[in-house]
Nanobody
């Protein structure tokens, strides 16, 4: 499966952004999806995961209560709604597909190219 992330940009602290990740192919619903982020000089960090059906989600502690992951299997797309953004959310955000909603980025098989989110103070 090929993934294309979009929706990043520059936003002020307290603002919102919605990231999208469009998947090619007809097997999108066979994969759990995850959003990860990586800031300069830091390791890739889990943001959120969603199960194949969309019924189960998981969030990293730093984004809980502010971010929402969802998916539309009919549209082959996974979303990340980001509210109450903070400067520390600044990073390149990646979507990924895997067999299960793993918490480790190392277990995902397919990756999008990344989209940059910059939050100014």
């Amino acid at each position: 499966v090929q993934l294309q992330a979009s929706g990043g940009g520059l936003v002020q602290a307290g603002g919102s952004l919605r990231l999208s990740c469009a998947a090619s192919g007809r097997t999108f619903s066979s994969y759990a999806m995850g959003w990860f982020r990586q800031a300069p000089g830091k390791e890739r960090e889990l943001v959120a995961t969603v199960s194949r059906s969309g019924g189960l989600t998981y969030y990293g502690d730093s984004v809980k209560g502010r971010f929402t992951i969802s998916r539309d299997n009919a549209e082959n797309t996974v979303y990340l709604q980001m509210n109450s953004l903070k400067p520390e959310d600044t990073a390149v955000y990646y979507c990924a597909a895997g067999l299960e909603p793993f918490l480790s980025y190392k277990r995902y098989d397919y990756w999008g190219q990344g989209t940059l989110v910059t939050v100014s103070s």
